[in-house]
């Protein structure tokens, strides 16, 4: 007899970036606070900032161990990549360490992603497994077409020229989104190629459809997240178990927040 399989445990949180407060700051370790104060933009050092400070207060927990004892290790999986197989001409190699932040010390074994855009910053976890998470604002203003060319594969492009010109930035933001959540989730990032990710067409249930070029995930569960008429979300967990999804609002978070010391 085939056991059903025991479904994964995946959390999502949201924060609204009105809940970042300069008393976080005492949760990000050195790098991360050099790279807060390099952001030009108070909105952006917000979105860095919260997302740091809950992500590590939600590993604190699930550890058992304070925020501080929390640490991240940064890793490109598309710098690795090129560096294996040669590629890299040398002129990617920044010196700054960039990435995807993996757990270290007491978290390690939990899985990671944080998103931001607008007034959302979104944070996944699990354990033991990648997750990657996209939100992003819908934009009618930006250069679309061009975009498109940028992010769409030949058949989502063809699926995404037949609908209606209203219709297709909310589409194509449901494309990137989840495309940027599978990139995210391995580890890639844009890097990796959003061309290369083939996806179901947005009025269609989330699936990865192909990945082409190799370095794809052997399994992969998509989920729309909904985030309001103005966001597109989604999450990516490299599974082939059924996903048990918990999201956490926006006030759950702050509750989080304030059960801090000096959390007000
Ligand atoms: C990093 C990247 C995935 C983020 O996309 P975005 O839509 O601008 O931003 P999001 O808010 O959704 O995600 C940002 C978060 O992704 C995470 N991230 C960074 N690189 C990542 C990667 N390769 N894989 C997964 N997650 C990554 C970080 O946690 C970051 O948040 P933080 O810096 O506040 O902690 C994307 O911009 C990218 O891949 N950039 C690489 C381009 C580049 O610099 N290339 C040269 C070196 S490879
Ligand atoms: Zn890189």
Not at 30 to 35: D, F, G, I, K, S
Not at 78 to 83: A, D, I, L, T, Y
Not at 197 to 208: K, M, R, T
């Amino acid at each position: 007899m085939k056991l059903d399989p025991v479904p994964l445990a995946t959390e999502v949180w949201w924060a609204r970036t009105s809940a970042a407060d300069d008393r976080l700051l005492r949760l990000l370790d050195e790098e991360e606070l050099a790279r807060n104060a390099r952001f030009r933009h108070q909105a952006d050092r917000d979105r860095h900032l919260l997302g740091r400070a809950v992500i590590r207060l939600l590993l604190a927990e699930r550890a058992e161990c304070p925020p501080e004892k929390v640490t991240f290790a940064l890793r490109c999986r598309s710098c690795e990549e090129k560096e294996r197989t040669g590629a890299g001409d040398g002129t990617d190699a920044r010196q700054e360490p960039h990435g995807k932040p993996h757990p270290t010390g007491p978290a390690e074994g939990w899985e990671v992603s944080v998103s931001h855009s607008g007034e959302w910053v979104a944070l996944a976890l699990a354990s033991g497994v990648p997750v990657g998470v996209d939100v992003e604002r819908v934009s009618g203003a930006r250069d679309l077409e061009g975009l498109a060319g940028y992010t769409l594969g030949d058949p989502e492009r063809q699926a995404w020229e037949r609908l209606s010109p209203a219709d297709r930035i909310g589409a194509f933001f449901r494309y990137w989104a989840r495309k940027e959540a599978l990139l995210k989730a391995t580890g890639l990032g844009l890097s990796g190629g959003l061309r290369r990710v083939l996806v179901s067409p947005a009025d269609a249930a989330p699936e990865l459809l192909a990945w082409t070029g190799g370095c794809g995930p052997e399994a992969a569960a998509l989920l729309d997240l909904e985030r309001g008429e103005e966001y597109r979300s989604a999450l990516a967990v490299l599974t082939d178990r059924p996903v048990e999804l918990a999201v956490h609002p926006h006030e759950e978070t702050v509750r989080l927040l304030r059960s801090q010391p000096g959390g007000g």
